[in-house]
């Protein structure tokens, strides 16, 4: 645990710690916004949409996030023939993973909106998809913004697993450092600080925000 | 204006409603009575499709909204609904309850529909509270914001849903006396309630439903002071003590 080690090798951990929070963030991000989508076709009243959202949501949460991550690393280039970098198919394959998981949280944040705002929405003619704007998706949010906050907890962790596709994350660099240096330990324990650091800095923000959304009720 | 004809709703095996015939006329202020369960809230709310009905036809204004073509959206923005549990959205002020679907159904611009909003507001005494969220309201307020939000859609008729029946008794007061004054001026009503002093004083019309069926109709002072059917009589002895 000397200091002369993290001196010299600061970098690899600035950056692949940068790396692993660009890779959650975006997957957030992507994740919430396909999320919706996937949530909406789920509560839709057509049959297609409704089957294709759960199998969706079915297939990404009974497989491992390793194997998808394969088939989208292999899969997405001879699917669409593009450049991807690697770090944008780690993005893509965090996203669609966290998509399933955040469309069930919206899911039940939108279920848990009592039905007479709907009602009330719908009785001063409003038609459904502009109830479901401008009364329910935003109410549904406020009240899911803490479970969103630990989705985004959950990908800081599991996004280690894209450091076997060669992305430098903080894990990969660890790894790295560990053949570099012949030192096997030094580096996974200050990974493992760091990680730690983050979720619970975050985890314990998110309390406190969630104290005060309480409040505001 | 609304003519409601062989009415039926069935919730899975329950026939809720069965055969409901109908005429509310222009000006009328129509109070539903009955006992719990008796289908007079799924009457209600048969009226803007709030519930779909199972079989009948309901023609508003010569539409017949219960047509599978027919735009149902357009019919509400002229039919204002109150409900029971008030349901004013706890996300936006009271102004933006007001506005939002004058703004973004009608089209309306927002200073002029922030201008309807206060007056409404003005009418009922609590345009101070124009930029209070519905939580730091009472529930008389919640209410009678209800009712203006309802309003400020300028309906041509207003269906109440129990509207007193979640207020605690010292508030039930300054509700009623809102849509007394909405009466008054002649707004077309549909109330469905508990307070027989208001269908006394303000109903034009009684309506006494039990069984999903209208089993006696007539003036409140000869519904209340001389009922003809044994239900209706059972009733009034039982809510009249």
Redesign the interface.
Known sequence: MDLEFIIKYHNYFINGTLITLLVSFFGVIFGVILGVFLSLMKLSKNSILRIFAASYIELVRGTPLLVQLFLVYYGVPMVIPLPFSRLSLGVIAVSLNSAAYVAEIIRAGIQSI?K??M?????????HN?AMR??II??AF?NILPALANEFIVLIKESAIISVVGIHDLMYNADTLRGITFKPFSPLIYATLIYFFITFTLSKLIGIAERRLRAG? | MIKVTDLHKKFGELHVLQGINEHIDEGEVVVIIGPSGSGKSTFLRCL?L?EYPTGGEIIFEGTSITDKNNDI??Q??K???V?Q?F?????MTVMENIT??PM???KISKEKAEKIALDLLRRIGLEDKAYSYP?QLSGGQKQRI?IV??LA?SPDVMLFDEPTSALDPEMVGEVLDVMKKLAADGMTMVVVTHEMGFAKEVGSRVLFMDEGKIVEKGTPIELFNSPKHPRTQDFLRKVLY
């Open positions: 009592d007479g705002q009602e009330a929405a719908r009785s001063l003619g409003m038609p502009m401008y009364i935003p109410q406020k009720d | 803007n709030l959206n357009m509400r923005q039919m204002g609904m409900f549990q349901n004013l959205f706890p996300h939002l679907s973004k159904v009608k939580n209800a939000r309802a859609m």
